[in-house]
């Protein structure tokens, strides 16, 4: 039978992907978004938005939620403010929107009909146990979450998505629905924006910037490629022994340094600047790599893509992007 989805922040980075990649399945897929991120009002989602329901409305105000059908038989809530800049530019709107969209999602979910609800937490909400408290890297779900500094506004994100992770498991308990916790690790893929590293980089690879700027160096990260990410949401969502469950998504077979990151795309795209080191900023997380146990013996899933593939083909769009709009 045909799938009824709903996907908040279906206009974002990962929800365009999310919702293309499940229309392919046949799924009937409704996208709610306010497109309030100027980067993402491009072609690409006006021509897929033809395909599928889509409903403009602000999740932050209750109010807007009764443009949404009832019936959905599974609901990703992506919608957020995303991204590092934003974390410091505006941290108290990351809080007000993250946390006011969740509450209002939950609200709606409760006396709706819909099956089930996934929400989309971040590795951000563990990252302060990990760098204080000297936390396990691949590190498991099981891991302790905190904020090491109320005062960094850094923190606004971390801290919304820690909020959430405990609004979704208490309102599943007490009105009996069900839902999962995703928590995902640096995804990256085409069309996935300008504020997270891997665009950054690739952008001012194209641009060929010389001396290369890289502020922080040392710091590990482990990416996963879209595709992945997508697979792995699906298959935490549609899977009867996820119910209730915390899961971490991500790809953990190649942890890499920024600097030796900079280095493998220097390679990749034949452009080798002088590499210019700046301090870190402040708050930045030092290693991050997610333990996938779970995920694996839960789905079965295993990431496929690996670092050089991901990047070629993400080198690809921006490469394209670039030319078409000289950003
Ligand atoms: N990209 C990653 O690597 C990553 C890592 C960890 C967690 N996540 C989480 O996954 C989800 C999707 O991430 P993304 O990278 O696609 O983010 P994104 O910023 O690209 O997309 C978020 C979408 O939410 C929409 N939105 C924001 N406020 C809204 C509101 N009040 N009402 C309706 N829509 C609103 C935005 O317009 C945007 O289209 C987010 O919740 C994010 O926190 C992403």
Not at 96 to 101: D, K, M, P, S
Not at 109 to 119: A, P, Y
Not at 164 to 192: C, D, T, W
Not at 224 to 229: L, Q, R, S
Request: contains cysteine.
């Amino acid at each position: 039978m045909v799938k009824k989805v709903l996907i908040t922040g279906g206009a974002g980075a990962i929800g365009l992907q999310l919702a293309k990649y499940l229309h392919e399945q046949g799924q009937e897929i409704t996208i709610c978004d306010n497109l309030c991120k100027k980067d993402f009002k491009d072609k690409d989602l006006k021509e897929f938005m033809k395909n599928v329901n889509f409903i403009k409305l602000d999740l932050t105000k209750l109010s807007e939620l009764k443009k949404l059908k009832k019936d959905y038989d599974y609901v990703y809530h992506l919608a957020a403010i995303n991204g590092t800049k934003y974390f410091y530019e505006m941290p108290q709107e990351v809080l007000r929107v993250n946390t006011l969209a969740m509450i209002n999602i939950l609200e709606w979910f409760k006396t709706s009909n819909c099956g089930k609800i996934l929400f989309t937490s971040s590795n951000e909400a563990y990252a302060s146990t990990i760098s204080k408290m000297g936390g396990p890297i691949p590190t498991p779900e099981e891991i302790p979450l905190s904020i090491d500094d109320v005062k960094n506004p850094r923190w606004s994100y971390g801290g919304s998505k820690l909020i959430g992770e405990l609004f979704f498991v208490n309102y599943a308990r007490a009105h009996k629905f069900n839902m999962s916790i995703v928590r995902y690790h640096n995804s990256y893929g085409p069309r996935m924006g300008f504020a997270h590293v891997i665009p950054e980089f690739l952008l001012r690879i194209i641009k060929k910037e010389n001396p290369f700027n890289i502020y922080g160096g040392e710091e590990t990260r482990s990416f996963c490629y879209i595709t992945d990410t997508l697979r792995a949401t699906q298959l935490v969502m549609e899977s009867n022994k996820t119910n209730g469950e915390i899961v971490h998504i991500g790809n953990n077979n190649e942890e890499i340094t920024m600097i030796d990151l900079a280095k493998k795309m220097f390679d990749l795209f034949e452009w080798h600047p002088k590499l210019n080191i700046q301090p870190a900023p402040q708050g930045c997380v030092k290693r991050r790599c997610p333990d996938l146990s779970k995920i694996k013996k839960l789905t079965g899933y295993e990431a496929k893509v690996d670092l050089n593939e991901g990047l070629k083909k993400t080198y690809d769009w921006y490469l394209d992007y670039y030319k078409k709009n000289k950003k």
